[in-house]
């Protein structure tokens, strides 16, 4: 997306490298401080009537090291966390994965205020960048409690599922949490899920063409280069010969302008 593209350009000075880490960090930090007894947890936890009518603002900071849950599963979500998130930094650069978190961060953060009493969680903070990973590397395994491999789409599809329910069946503050963590996902992903879509239609097309063209049992006289179709699958479609490409290379309109031109094979000389 250009306008995502010209905002990294005037923040890339302020990125924030290995942020991940950073969070993982912090929420260590705040596990052992709690276990100690020397940090009470419930004081860190963002409930907005908290920050705005008592002022205490360090919530709005806080509740993101939150550690997940208790018990040994703490260590093995933190460890996918910071999977996840090195995994996006590196693909994306530092300065676009701090910018999916901070633009998370304040869904999240904005959606709780909807609910000012009820507590805010970031788990839903977590789960988009769970999400983001599986879209971008559907086929990374990884051994579910070390022990079996699961392709990581598949574990993505029961996370949607998972929130589907909660959405539908939990109350509003689950709902606006998991509208956050979605909105999230597709301010960053939904340029990719549309041209994913017309791939897949472009596709689809070339496997229908030739079975429409059976069924009429008449030879087409104009054929697409680029996605197969003809004046026999789309007779209302126009076919135009491009000029620039060597042979008569026949394009539909969608595709008359937006080709690639075909060049000439120089003859081998003696």
């Known amino acids: 997306m250009s306008w995502l593209k010209r905002l990294e350009r005037q923040l890339q000075p302020f990125a924030i490298p290995n942020i991940s880490l950073f969070i993982v960090i912090g929420q260590v930090f705040l596990l052992l401080t709690s276990m100690l007894q020397l940090i009470d947890l419930s ?3 963002l409930v907005p009537a908290y920050v705005s ?8 900071a806080t509740f993101v090291f939150i550690p997940p849950g208790g018990g040994l599963l703490v260590a093995f979500a933190l460890y996918l966390f910071y999977l996840y998130g090195s995994a996006l930094e590196h693909h994306w650069g530092a300065l676009r994965y ?3 978190l901070f633009t998370g961060y304040a869904l999240t953060v904005g959606v709780a205020f909807v609910t000012p009493y009820s ?5 839903f903070l977590g789960g988009a960048v769970f999400l983001a990973f599986a879209w971008l590397n559907p086929e ?4 579910v409690f070390f022990i079996l491999p699961v392709k990581i ?5 029961l996370a949607w599922a998972g929130y589907a329910w909660t959405f539908f069946s939990g109350d ?3 709902k606006l949490g998991v509208a956050a963590a979605v909105g999230n996902f597709l301010i960053f992903f939904s340029h990719d899920i549309w041209r994913r879509a017309r791939q897949g239609r472009s596709r689809l097309d070339r496997h229908v063409s030739p079975l429409s063209e059976a069924r009429t049992g008449r030879e087409p006289r104009h054929v697409c280069c680029v996605c197969g179709k003809t004046d026999v699958s789309d007779p209302q479609m126009d076919f135009r010969y491009c000029s620039k490409c060597a ?3 026949c394009y539909c309109t969608d595709h008359i302008r937006n080709h690639e031109h075909v060049v000439a094979k120089a003859r081998p000389t003696a």
Not at 53 to 60: A, F, I, N, S
């Open 43 to 45: 004081r860190c936890i």
């Open 53 to 60: 009518v008592m002022g205490e603002w360090w919530r709005l």
């Open 98 to 100: 701090n910018l999916f």
């Open 119 to 123: 507590p805010a969680t970031n788990l």
């Open 140 to 143: 990374f395994e990884i051994l």
């Open 153 to 157: 789409k598949w574990l993505a599809v």
């Open 172 to 174: 509003l503050t689950d």
């Open 247 to 249: 042979g008569d290379q």
